[in-house]
């Protein structure tokens, strides 16, 4: 008996055997390399055309392809990543000439060329390669995948995300590696170092580089644990790398000398380490011993390798440490750029005539090395002395990266042949997880493999044993934890680590035999079709075909030639992916094989882990690899009896003999068996026999029809199989020296422990029904009684067939081996979480690791939920669960502990349910698997789930709110989609002009506007058509004048072309509103220019459209009129472009325009891109190329541009850049450059932009001074020197901004003292600091004398002085500040400088400012307020003694300055008190025009003064599109001709695009930042016309959009993605004037500034609730509102979106559902669309709830499952749905008693046991109506009719239960009702009630003391009448 256990002469039939041809080759043959190209040059064109010209070329080409095959070389790996993640798929990398193609393919997916790199020089290697780059924190490392492409002088590195690096290579490269940190290198032939004559320090020999960018650094290596910390470099010249790994790091080098292999770790250095080998790195050459000559070298080695525990890496430093110096520039000197100049002496190093530079390559890494006169005899005379500094300084050492421990060397034998390196090295695992490195010595024909595992601690890894197989190829086969041996007589062999599996066999492949003389036929498949005559295959002499002389043992060298010749045999393996190889046959053709897994089917494989996780390693390979033979035989089973053979083979293996027991006999029969276990029954006849009827009535089949309920419904006799042949039902006893005789209970157990896991999968039932027999078979012949009573209740209806038990000796039954975990009471999942509900005391539940995940899932989210512990996934898991234990228990904990320390820091102080959902996301829980859990163990899990969906964190990641079901946070968190939608988004948009123009298809630049959104937020009117049609310049401008009789023709057209130039300055000073209003609203294509929208200067004079135009000579058109108007253009242009857009460097350079009359345009396109942050994408080189080339507008672009884009980064490059620009910031020595002035202008504001609120002494020094520059002796500084004032000022104020008297390290340079005089004027100070020279000579064009000139210097020191003290509420400075209140002072300041003193003095004063018309008069002093012309008034009241013109402008200046004041202090709040108020003052000014005191004001002034006011009210309603600013915008835009210049309708409009701010999307921001830039912007002085800088920069006016912020948020409806109408409930933070409150707000809407509120909440009821809260940080809604805004939301069910339903009184639950009639069948199937998009379940309703008319006995069901679809539909848990059906159809099975299994009762037990629990009564208690998830009237209905089936047949046959109960036999018919009662009611077993005592029990209260055992009281009163 006992050699069935044996190993027979088994085969394995490998499957798919197909041709391998490197996929590369083929698409090499198609690339247009150079061979190709030269071809054609070489053939006439006529020819090449010419059929056999064709052919001819073809055939050269092969002739190519030939040559180059032998350098052709690729490599396969399993790939990772990509597409699909599920799906494996093959990745190869080929390498041919200097071309390299990484293709990938799959099972499901052709081979494609994933990427092709072709580089300049043939390539010598490719491999993949994983650098880690550290990420901000050093913790965390980001892995970036390459490819790597070594060629002769550099290495390409290709990284998969699209960056490409070129590393040069210091020296000659023999292989390339890649590591788990990086490349590494080794140096070529470095053989030629030791014979140098001079001997010296060897050079290193292995160098890494950790990242791409990295310098090639050296790796060293430790000495040893024992000895002092001793590093050194790697330089031993004998070590060759064989194999390099990741995982494990560890690196397998070769000695040459020695002819040992050793195996180090390969780790991260230590500082420590870096440290020691910087300062002695060990050296030979010292100045005694200089003239040592190689036979030293040569004695040291010897004397090496003599020396029995040398290690391979001998230093031979040890004789010669006392030369060492310690001279080392310390490791902080290296210069930043890699010196490779110095490395270049490695390559160099061969040759011994170059003395020096060779020198200097070892002293960067030898620091220890005093120079000698005499080494340098060679090529210096000898008295040439070198000074030591200078070298030291020249050659620093590198610091290594890298080091290497050793670990491992193989013992030398004494006969050891010379050359016996490794050619494969891999390593591999057997099926018990031992870890083997194997190493190929082919010489030999020998495998090696060394056993080694992990240390404990998992610190270092400790070698075992070698063992040896003789062999000529192997290959690892990772998917099956095997590797693929080839043995010496060619056959292939499969081992599990050192254990022999069985032979290989390959269909269509021979077996090898070498005996045979006779010659072989060819074999037919696959191999014919391998020679084709493209590659005619050329039989060399067998002896070189055979690689050494011992390739066949026996066999003489003829019979080798003759099966050579004729048959083909394995040559080699290679290419091993997962379970698939290639084989390299001997006739060069290549075959690609798969190896068969361990197991296809699910419940195998968990059941072979099971036993292999509780056996002893050596039988558990015994076992599987049994298991393995039978189940791969050759012709073996097909896939449906993998299960049958299985049981067969475990059966066989426990001792039980197959063929003799009834139900594994049947088991043969069914499919067709392997003829290893059992031979086949031969047949009688054809015809069938008695057997055949027998088989058929004792199947499995038969007794399911039995209990069928079809068999029932005919009334069929059951018919009962024969009863067993004689023979067979003999006594049946066990083999007691079976393998896993002694091993039966513990593999009964852990296969019982298989059961309970997969009874919590529904997708396994058939599994469980499967076990579940085999289990019983044990049960019965361990004699478990309480296991066997177990299984009848699991499935009653399996007893009635299986009743044959097998007897064991009570002897043998001692020797098995009792496992200590075994428990007698049979663990019951089911039952663990139904005592769990109920709230009784639990034990620990028995679990296998890696097994039984479901099993610990359930039960420790239980004792979460149910039981409200919150440690239960953390700390307290050993309370809920026990771990079986066998002998590998490390890993799993490491595991587990590594898996909770992730979970646990992200859920705080959040409620239980929370808890849960997070923690099982991060188990990697799904819906799919919630699915599959039987849905009474998922019922609590569900209510989680629900009670998280009702409340949800905003900031939970995507996994969390997949499982919650939440689709709109799902969506959300999915940013990468959002990222790909915000294109299209912006592309939904066509255009919206009116058709009457014919001039259509122009663009305006106004297309790309979201219109979706836009016209949800202004729905009810056209406002945003009108906006347009007033922003547009691309149109001619209608020219309307009236033909007056006294006009000839000629005046007539001058007349209209004087017109039209004032509407042109209209036109010109449209771009830079356009451009707020087109604020980043456009996403540009890669590969198309930026659209830029013409400036139309044309105009059409009505009646007959004749075009108007300004270049006809009639009149006077001032020079470069519409420059600065093309520039404004370029930029509004510019500005369309979102910060998010993939721009580069390139792109930018593309938009550069091919005429010169667009450079402008192109100059302002720059500054925009600056202004949104692309600009630093630029190039540096194109950078200078732009300010070389010296146009004016371009250098003013880009210097603002760029300064903007690095805003207060004080960025080194960016400061030279702009100094350069600032003669002032250049040393006095300097060349005087010639800058033009408004570059300069542009240069000191983009000083104080890059330098921003970082108070940089220096600068402020420098532009303090700038500030009252006095113009210079020869012209220069005279010119328009009040934008050069002005924009000092500012400039200082952005660098000192808001840090008023905390200015640190100024207090000597007495800024506001300076800025002060400069503002009221006084002597001038001595001119301080680095100017001085320059300012000796006074100008010999303005004669200022001392004194300063206020009115250029005052604006600027103003403006500073508010920008240094904003917000500080300094008083002193304040009152500085304030309007003089007698007339002598007024008389002597201009009223435009009190706008800005009262501007200045409120921003200071920030908190004061009041949005009221009180606050604002109080700035005017009392002598203006008592005697002015107030604006209402339309008559003047004379005065002689007071100036009445001067009071006048005063007065309506500083109402300006109030009112800008109050622009700032609400700019994007659109505060109504605020709005009220400036719009009224606006109105004033506006009456005040055509009044008579206009003439004492001044119509400029009054203009200056309505723009301001007009502006300020702009800013306030930012982005809010209100309607009465518009109109009052639309009614300035009307206006032209007279006072209104240019300036004014550039102020006009800016309101105007302010008003629609990035198309209502942005608005303004009152950040210190914010408030600097747009007081740049909105200078109160506008240009009198387009080409007007004097007084301020136009290209400033754009700088506003710095202080632009997002702030509109829009819902987005998450089903049909497009934009909707939610209700907002925002809530502020308290602050010092009001109390925290909450305000409702309809989105899309602009959120006040974010900082100010606590928390935003999308409100129900019609939508999903969803909070943001901003308590934890506003990086969460800041990210949703720089993505467009879009915060996804979903509409409930029933409920109809607001526009749709504005008032909310539709519902459509009032339409679908009559609540007047009884029940609710008025709910029509048809409306269900109507409440969700739930495809399912609008199925269901089509399918379930229609009423048909052959269904009208069914009305009750259709009823039923219409209100419960209601249900689900309305309380929106449609994915109860399944529940409430499985529970109906449960029950109605028990009604008509067909329940043939108990499953679905216990899932029944388990929902009722949850309706009952603690939990939800709490729950309920706390918030009524919040219960469970399902309907509370249907649990009831549905417990009672559970009931009253049961109650029924126990009134009908209680007889039945009180034999079960005393131990009688009963009748087998009512098996299945008795155990549904018994597990229904939970009745424990027969044992344990006899355990008890039931004799005797004559009252009820003798029963009660069942209760101890779990009984339920009223199970007790349904026994009482059966048992007393």
């Known amino acids: 008996m006992s050699n069935v256990y044996e190993e027979r002469a088994t085969m394995i039939a490998a499957g798919e055997l197909q041709e391998f041809v490197p996929f590369g080759r083929d698409h090499c043959k198609n690339h247009p390399n150079a061979v190709n190209l030269q071809l054609r040059q070489l053939q006439p064109a006529s020819e090449l055309w010419s059929s056999d010209g064709a052919a001819g070329l073809v055939g050269s080409l092969r002739e190519v392809t030939l040559h180059e095959k032998q350098r052709e070389s690729w490599q396969l790996r399993k790939g990772t990543g990509g597409d699909i993640e599920e799906v494996e798929f093959e990745e190869e990398l080929y390498v041919a000439g200097n071309m390299v193609i990484w293709t990938r393919g799959s099972k499901n997916q052709a081979s494609y060329v994933y990427k092709a790199f072709t580089v300049d020089s043939p390539v010598l290697q490719a491999v993949w390669c994983n650098f880690s780059v550290p990420q901000n924190k050093e913790v965390e490392t980001e892995i970036i995948e390459t490819v790597c492409i070594v060629q002769n002088t550099c290495v390409n590195i290709h990284s998969v995300n699209g960056k490409d690096f070129i590393s040069p290579l210091p020296f000659q490269v023999a292989s390339v590696w890649p590591s788990k940190f990086g490349l590494l290198f080794e140096r070529s032939n470095p053989g030629t170092d030791v014979t140098q004559s001079p001997p010296r320090e060897p050079l290193p020999t292995v160098f890494s580089m ?27 010249s004998t070590l060759k790398i064989v194999f390099i790994s990741c995982e494990p790091s560890i690196v397998m080098t070769y000695d040459t000398v020695q002819n040992v292999h050793t195996v180090w770790a390969l780790r991260e250095v230590k500082p420590e380490e870096q440290a020691v080998v910087l300062k002695y790195p060990d050296q030979i050459g010292t100045p005694q011993n200089m003239a040592v000559n190689s036979s030293l070298t040569a004695h040291l080695r010897n004397v090496s390798k003599d020396s029995p525990a040398a290690s391979p890496f001998q230093n031979y430093s040890s004789l010669h440490s006392q030369g060492r110096t310690t001279a080392s520039p310390g490791l902080h000197s290296r210069s930043h750029s890699p010196a490779i100049s110095n490395m270049a002496a490695l390559s160099r190093s061969h040759s011994p005539a170059i003395g020096v530079p060779s020198f200097s390559g070892v002293q960067r890494f030898n620091m220890s090395y005093t120079p000698s006169p005499k080494r340098y005899s060679t090529s210096h005379s000898p008295n040439s002395t070198f000074n030591d500094s200078l070298l030291a300084n020249e050659a620093e050492p590198i610091a290594p990266r890298l080091c290497i421990d050793h670990l491992w060397t193989e013992t030398i034998s004494n006969h050891r042949e010379r050359n016996c390196q490794a050619t494969k090295v891999f390593i591999t695992s057997d099926l018990c997880e031992q870890k083997f490195l194997c190493f190929l010595v082919e010489s030999q024909h020998q495998l090696r493999c060394v056993k080694f595992l992990e240390s404990n601690d998992l610190s270092q890894l400790i070698f075992l044993s070698v063992t040896t197989i003789s062999a000529r190829d192997a290959a690892p086969i990772e998917g099956i934890d095997a590797m693929l041996v080839l043995e010496v007589n060619g056959s292939l062999v499969l081992y599990t680590g050192v254990a022999r599996v069985g032979k290989v066999f390959i269909p269509g492949l021979p077996a090898p035999s070498l005996n045979r003389s006779t010659p072989m036929p060819r074999p037919s498949t696959p191999l014919d079709s391998i020679s084709t005559p493209a590659r005619p295959v050329v039989m060399l002499s067998p002896v070189s075909e055979l690689r050494g002389s011992t390739k066949f043992n026996e066999s003489s060298l003829i019979e080798d030639c003759t099966v050579q010749l004729y048959g083909t045999y394995i040559h080699a393996m290679r290419d091993p992916v997962h379970n698939r190889v290639t084989l390299e046959m001997s006739n060069g053709s290549m075959l690609r094989i798969s190896i068969p897994e361990i197991a296809s089917s699910e419940l195998v494989r968990k059941c072979l882990l099971a036993i292999k996780y509780i056996l002893p390693k050596e039988i558990a390979v015994k076992v599987l690899i049994k298991w393995y033979n039978i189940h791969n035989a050759p012709g073996g089973p097909s896939c449906h009896s993998e299960w049958n053979v299985f049981v067969t083979c475990l059966m066989t293996l426990m001792g039980y003999s197959t063929d003799r027991l009834g139900w594994t006999r049947n088991l043969d029969l069914e499919g067709s068996l392997s003829p290893v276990i059992a031979p086949k029954k031969a047949r009688p006849s054809e015809m069938g026999s008695d057997d055949d009827w027998e088989y058929l009535v004792s199947s499995e089949y038969h007794r399911q029809v039995d209990s069928h309920v079809l068999a029932s419904a005919l009334n069929l006799d059951s018919v009962e199989p024969l009863p067993p042949n004689e023979e067979l039902s003999s006594q049946l006893s066990l083999d007691h020296s079976a393998p896993l005789f002694c091993h039966i209970p513990a593999v009964f157990y852990v296969l019982h422990l298989v059961y309970e896991e997969l009874k919590l999968d529904n997708l396994m039932r058939d599994g469980t029904r499967s076990l579940v027999i085999l289990l019983l078979q044990m049960a019965r012949d361990l004699q478990f009684e309480e296991y066997i009573d177990f299984y009848w209740r699991d499935y009653p209806s399996f007893f009635k067939t299986s009743k044959q038990s097998c007897i064991i000796d009570q002897a043998q039954i001692g020797h098995m081996n009792q496992p200590s975990f075994f428990t007698v009471e049979p663990p019951c999942v089911f039952q663990w979480l139904s005592c769990c509900l109920k709230g009784g005391g639990v034990l620990p539940f028995p679990y296998l690791p890696g097994i039984c995940e479901r099993t610990k899932l359930v039960v420790l989210s239980f004792a979460l939920y149910i039981l409200g512990d919150d440690n239960a996934v953390s700390s307290d898991i050993s309370k809920y669960l026990v771990k079986i234990s066998a002998g590998q228990k490390k890993q799993v904990n490491e595991q587990d502990s590594k898996r909770l320390s992730i979970i646990k820091p992200s859920v705080l102080n959040s409620s239980i349910a929370e808890k849960l959902v997070i923690w099982l996301t991060n188990t990697g829980f799904t819906l799919k698997d919630l699915e599959s859990v039987p849905f009474g163990a998922a019922l609590p899990i569900r209510d989680a789930i629900y009670q998280c969906r009702k409340q949800p964190s905003s900031d939970w990641s995507e996994a969390v709110c997949l499982l919650i079901g939440r689709q709109d946070l799902t969506k959300q968190a999915h940013e990468v989609t959002l990222a790909k939608a915000k294109a299209t988004i912006g592309q939904m948009i066509t255009s919206d002009m009116p058709p009457a123009n014919e001039a259509e298809e122009e663009d305006d630049g106004m297309n790309d506007m979201n219109q979706e959104v836009m016209s949800l937020i202004w729905s009810k009117d056209l406002r945003v058509q009108e906006v347009r049609r007033l922003l547009q310049s691309a149109h001619s401008v209608r020219v309307n004048v009236v033909h007056l009789p006294e006009f000839n023709d000629h005046e007539y057209i001058e007349e209209k072309e004087n017109k039209l130039l004032q509407l042109c300055q209209r036109t010109m000073s449209l771009p830079v509103g356009r451009g707020m209003f087109t604020l980043f609203s456009y996403h540009p294509v890669p590969t198309e220019p930026l659209p830029v929208p013409k400036l139309n200067l044309t105009g059409r004079a009505p009646p007959r459209n004749t075009t108007v135009d300004l270049n006809s000579g009639n009149i006077d058109v001032p020079p470069n009129m519409a420059s600065w108007s093309s520039f404004h253009n370029g930029v509004a242009a510019g500005l369309k472009i979102a910060p998010a857009s993939q721009i580069d460097s390139a792109w930018i350079a593309y938009n550069k325009p091919k005429n010169a009359e667009l450079a402008n345009e192109y100059a302002g396109f720059l500054m925009a891109l600056g202004l949104n942050g692309h600009l630093t994408k630029l190039a540096t080189l194109n950078i200078h190329d732009y300010l070389t080339k010296g146009h004016e507008m371009t250098s003013i672009g880009l210097l603002l541009g760029v300064s903007a884009a690095k805003l207060g980064t004080m960025d080194m490059s960016i400061t030279r850049l702009l100094s350069i620009h600032i003669p002032a910031l250049l040393p006095p020595t300097s060349t005087e450059l010639d800058v033009p002035h408004n570059v300069q202008v542009a240069a000191v504001v983009g000083i104080g932009l890059v330098y921003q609120g970082t108070s940089h002494r220096h600068n402020a020094e420098v532009l303090l001074a700038e500030i009252g520059r006095p113009p210079g002796p020869e012209m220069e500084y005279c010119t328009d020197r009040e934008s050069y004032s002005l924009a000092a000022g500012l400039a200082l104020g952005m660098v000192c901004l808001g840090h008023g008297s905390n200015l640190i390290g100024m207090s000597d340079l007495n800024v506001p003292e300076q800025l002060y005089q400069y503002m009221v004027g006084g002597h001038r100070r001595s001119q301080a600091g680095i100017n001085r020279e320059k300012h000796k000579s006074p100008s010999y064009q303005i004669k200022e004398g001392d004194t300063i000139n206020v009115d250029v210097t005052c604006p600027g020191a103003t403006l500073a002085l508010a920008m240094i003290y904003l917000k500080t509420n300094n008083r002193s400075i304040a009152d500085w500040l304030r309007a003089p209140d007698t007339m002598f002072l007024l008389d002597f300041i201009k009223p435009e400088f009190l706008l800005l003193r009262t501007l200045a003095r409120c921003l200071i004063m920030w908190e004061e400012i009041l949005p009221n018309a009180q606050w604002i008069n109080s700035n005017v002093p009392q002598i203006i307020r008592e005697n002015s012309v107030s604006l209402q008034s339309q008559e003047v009241s004379a005065s002689e003694d007071l100036n009445m013109e001067t009071l006048a402008q005063a007065h309506i200046y500083i109402i300006a300055g109030a009112c800008m004041a109050v622009g700032f202090r609400f700019a994007g709040t659109a505060n109504s008190d605020a709005f009220n108020c400036l719009y009224k003052f606006a109105r004033n000014f506006m009456q005040c025009l055509p009044a008579s005191t206009a003439v004492i004001m001044g119509h400029y002034n009054l203009e200056t003064c309505l723009s301001i006011v007009l502006l300020s009210l702009s800013m306030v309603m930012a982005g ?84 632009a912020e997002p702030r509109l948020l829009v819902p987005v409806d998450v089903d049909t993605s497009t934009p909707c109408y939610a209700l907002l409930e925002v809530t502020y933070k308290g602050s010092q004037w009001y109390e925290e409150t909450t305000v409702e707000l309809m989105a899309p809407t602009l959120l006040p500034e974010l900082d100010l509120l606590k928390q935003i909440k999308v409100k129900g009821p019609r939508y999903w609730e969803l909070t943001i809260d901003l308590n934890k940080g506003t990086q969460h809604l800041q990210s949703i509102l720089s993505r467009d805004g879009i915060l996804y939301v979903k509409l409930r069910a029933g409920k109809v979106s607001y526009k749709e339903d504005p008032t909310g009184w539709q519902s459509l639950l009032a339409q679908t559902v009559n609540h007047r009639s009884p029940e609710v069948r008025g709910f029509k199937p048809e409306a269900i669309k109507t409440f969700t998009s739930d495809a399912a379940l609008v199925s269901f309703a089509e399918c379930f709830c229609k009423p048909a008319k052959n269904l009208a006995h069914k009305q009750d069901v259709l009823s039923l499952f219409t209100s419960i679809l209601y249900e689900c539909v309305t309380q929106e848990n449609p994915e109860i749905l399944p529940t409430y059906m499985a529970i109906d159809q449960a029950v109605r099975r028990l009604e008509r008693k067909e329940m043939s299994e108990t499953f679905e009762l216990w899932q029944i037990k388990l929902v009722l046991d949850f309706s009952s629990s603690k939990i939800l009564q709490e729950r309920l208690r706390q918030t009524p109506g919040e219960g469970l998830l399902m309907n509370s009237e249907f649990l009831p209905v549905m417990k009672c009719s559970s009931d009253n089936s049961l109650d029924q047949w126990l009134y009908a046959y209680g007889d039945v239960l009180k034999s079960y109960l005393t131990g009688q036999p009963y009748e087998e018919a009512h098996m299945n009702m008795l155990a549904c009662f018994l597990v229904y009611h939970s009745i424990p077993t027969r044992g344990k009630i006899m355990g008890v005592g039931m004799e005797g029990a004559t009252s009820f209260s003798d029963l009660l003391k069942f209760t101890r055992l779990g009984v339920p009281v009223r199970a007790l009163l349904r026994l009482a009448p059966v048992l007393l």
Do not use: W
Not at 1520 to 1531: E, T
Not at 1547 to 1570: D, I, V, W
Not at 1581 to 1593: A, C, E, G, I, V
């Open 210 to 236: 950790l990242h791409p960018l990295d310098e090639i650094a050296p790796v060293c290596k430790s000495a040893g644990l024992f000895e002092a910390l001793r590093v050194q470099y790697v330089s031993d």
């Open 1520 to 1603: 809010s599109g209100n309607l009465k600013v518009l109109q009052l915008c639309r009614f300035m835009h009307k206006k032209t001709g007279g006072e209104l210049n240019y300036g004014f309708h550039m102020a006009h409009h800016m309101a105007l695009g302010l008003l629609f701010l990035g198309g209502g999307r942005y608005t303004l921001s009152t950040s210190n930042s914010a408030i600097a830039a747009l007081l740049c912007a909105l200078y109160p002085h506008f240009p009198s016309h387009s080409t007007d800088n004097r007084y301020h920069l136009q290209a400033l006016r754009h700088l506003y959009v710095l202080a």
